[in-house]
């Protein structure tokens, strides 16, 4: 099983429609939470930490759930420069501990 | 402005090569990284530093070397042991390796090394 694991993808969304990530992570031990964005040929840039009680930012909404080691990404009235593949980091008690997901890549098509 | 610079940004390798790809950053950040990252996929770990002069391997050490003499500076040296080279990389820093809150991974430009 791999240690944090998202949405395959990709989502093809027209604009202004909501779309949600999803991730799971696999060590219960976790301490925190980010999604990042990573636009085409470019480094990943933090968006969001994710915080226990869940979190707003503008348009993104990000939860945890600890029981189930879930977290997720809701993007509310999505624009075109939303499109952009979007990455699950957990930090892992051990190690290097930041563990990144595999990223869902989003289009959001006019 | 405050940062990670990684250079150069394009670079070109022939068979049988040793490259150095340069990184340093100024955040202040005990904590660095190397990651590589192929079309379509996740980042993979290289290496990793806690602190100067030391450094861990990730996942994918084999055919890349490190060093880590200055806090600011965690350069990367794909090797000609390294089968196949052509890819992304990315160099990050953290505060730290510690579990507390704000702790977060930030990243430089990155570098695209391909081999001809």
């Known amino acids: 099983r791999k240690e944090v694991e998202q949405d395959p993808g990709p989502f093809n969304v027209p604009e202004g429609a909501t779309v949600a990530f999803n991730c799971t992570y696999s060590?219960?031990?976790?301490?925190?939470f980010f999604w990042y964005r990573q636009d085409c040929r470019k480094e990943p840039k933090l968006l969001m930490s994710v915080y226990s009680s869940g979190n707003e930012d503008g348009r993104f909404t990000a939860q945890l759930n600890r029981a189930s080691q879930y977290i997720s990404l809701l993007i509310r009235d999505s624009k075109l420069s939303d499109s952009a593949t979007y990455l699950c980091?957990?930090?892992?008690?051990?190690?290097?501990?930041?563990?990144f997901g595999p990223g869902t890549r989003l289009s959001v098509l006019p | 402005d405050g940062g990670i610079t990684q250079s150069p940004k394009y670079l070109f390798r022939k068979e049988g090569q040793n490259v150095t790809l340069s990184c340093e950053q100024n955040?202040?950040?005990?904590?660095m990284y190397w990651y590589r990252q192929d079309p379509g996929q996740g980042l993979r770990l290289i290496y990793y530093?806690?602190?100067?002069?030391?450094?861990q391997k990730g996942d994918i050490a084999e055919g890349y070397s490190v060093s880590r003499e200055k806090k600011e500076s965690f350069p990367l040296t794909v090797t000609s042991a390294q089968k196949n080279p052509t890819a992304f990389y990315l160099c990050a820093s953290s505060i730290d390796l510690e579990l507390h809150s704000g702790n977060t991974i930030y990243f430089g430009e990155g570098s695209w090394l391909t081999v001809v």
């Open positions: 980091v957990v930090r892992f008690p051990y190690g290097q501990n930041f563990v």
């Open positions: 955040l202040n950040h005990d904590a």
């Open positions: 530093s806690q602190i100067v002069n030391d450094f």
């Open positions: 060590n219960s031990a976790s301490q925190s």
